[in-house]
């Protein structure tokens, strides 16, 4: 009895065990997807891919046809758009403080002269205080000067004490001086002489007033009201932005086409339908070495404000190149595998091969092929990344 037991027991392990088995084998077949190689006596060539037709209906694969046309490619830049550092204010203080006031905002135009922030500073006070000590001893060496001339005149005091007198009042002008251009570039009011008759007065104010330099555009602000600053802190960023840069790099095989003063059409990706003119001003002098390009810069009108600071584009010189017949085809038919740029052409419904092809320029949606096509081969335009993905999975389960 314990025989028979033991074996049924082995009977139903072992049908377990062939159907598991049945299983796993049916599993990677449907992984498939119905994809094998067409060519399995071939070898070298891998890139062939049959779909069953199960498969290839469920891909929307569509087909263009690549053909000799006539072919105008321009040069694209990619780039972005940036202030121009010439028309751009950074406006801060060398004294620390404390912020009181900001008054615009981002966005907010701001005209030449106008106060955008307001800070307090002990050393306000330092300043006025040395400016006005300085004039005093000017002020009173002039007199002095004055005085000794005037004994040298009656012979009660010798030239040397002029002279000495001369050269020390010479000093203090130019202390003075020092002093009063030290209160001009932190924008301190350069107080009177008549401050000198009440000093209580000008020891009051520890205010400053920043004004702008230039009309324009408020860009930045870096700091808020109430922030204690240390010396030479930036409060706010001006720009006039009337006009800004296409900043771009152009690559080496490019330069040959860039003359300076040249027409640049740049299209903005926030504006897609709308297309700027302007021209070409900078041309780099260093290559870039790991990139192997170089900077260029088109300046652009914008008193519309459309442009804004940091907003991605492209731009296209009107000076075409590459004219002349070519093979071409859509740009959704290029494809990247291991590096490398090819397309996938039907063979036949159910048949596509991967071919490498060397690209040439672009002209709107279009992509001229050096090499690697010819003239009425049938590429798949739409479906080929799921023909990448099949190709690769194959690839990988060969190996």
Same mark, same amino acid.
């Given at each position: ?60 694969? @569509?087909? $263009?046809?690549?053909?000799?046309? #006539? ?6 830049? /990619? *780039?972005?758009? %940036? ?115 009440? @000093?209580? $007065?000008?020891?009051?104010?520890? #205010? ?6 230039? /009309? *324009?555009?408020? %860009? ?180």
């Amino acid at each position: 009895m314990k025989t028979k037991t033991k074996f049924i027991l082995i009977v139903i392990i072992g049908v377990f065990s062939f159907a598991i088995y049945q299983w796993i084998v049916n599993y990677k077949s449907n992984a498939n997807l119905g994809i094998e190689n067409i060519d399995t006596k071939l070898e070298d060539n891998s890139n062939i891919i049959k779909l069953t037709e199960d498969l290839r209906y469920k891909i929307p694969i @569509q087909i $263009s046809e690549a053909s000799n046309q #006539k072919f105008n490619s321009s040069i694209e830049l /990619n *780039g972005e758009i %940036v202030a121009d550092p010439d028309l751009t204010q950074t406006i801060g203080t060398r004294l620390k403080g404390k912020v009181l006031e900001i008054r615009k905002k981002e966005g907010d135009n701001v005209r030449k002269g106008e106060v955008l922030v307001v800070m307090d500073s002990p050393e306000v006070s330092r300043l006025k205080s040395k400016y006005l000590a300085s004039l005093a001893r000017l002020q009173a060496t002039q007199k002095n000067t004055e005085r000794i001339k005037e004994l040298v005149k009656l012979k009660l005091s010798a030239d040397q004490e002029a002279r000495n007198a001369e050269a020390e009042s010479s000093t203090w002008q130019l202390e003075m001086k020092a002093d009063k251009e030290n209160l001009i570039m932190n924008d301190i009011p350069v107080p009177s002489s008549e401050s000198l008759k009440d @000093q209580s $007065s000008y020891n009051q104010g520890t #205010k400053i007033y920043l004004t702008s330099p230039i /009309n *324009g555009t408020l %860009v930045t602000r870096h700091v808020t009201p109430g922030n204690i600053v240390s010396e030479n802190s930036i409060f706010v960023t001006v720009a006039n932005l009337n006009t800004v840069w296409f900043s771009a790099r152009a690559f080496e095989k490019d330069l040959q086409f860039l003359k300076l003063g040249q027409d640049v059409e740049v299209i903005i990706n926030a504006y897609p339908d709308t297309s700027y003119t302007g021209r070409l001003s900078y041309i780099g002098s260093t290559l870039d070495k790991d990139t192997r390009s170089i900077p260029a810069r088109i300046t652009l009108n914008n008193k519309n404000r459309d442009l804004k600071i940091g907003l991605y584009g492209k731009a296209f010189l009107d000076e075409r190149i590459q004219t002349g017949e070519k093979i071409i085809i859509p740009e959704t038919c290029v494809l990247t595998i291991n590096s490398k740029e090819g397309v996938f052409i039907q063979n036949s419904d159910l048949e596509y091969e991967w071919k490498e092809i060397e690209t040439g320029g672009r002209q709107d949606t279009w992509i001229a092929v050096n090499s690697g096509l010819k003239n009425g081969d049938k590429v798949v335009s739409n479906g080929g990344y799921s023909l990448k993905s099949l190709l690769l999975k194959h690839t990988f389960g060969e190996e």
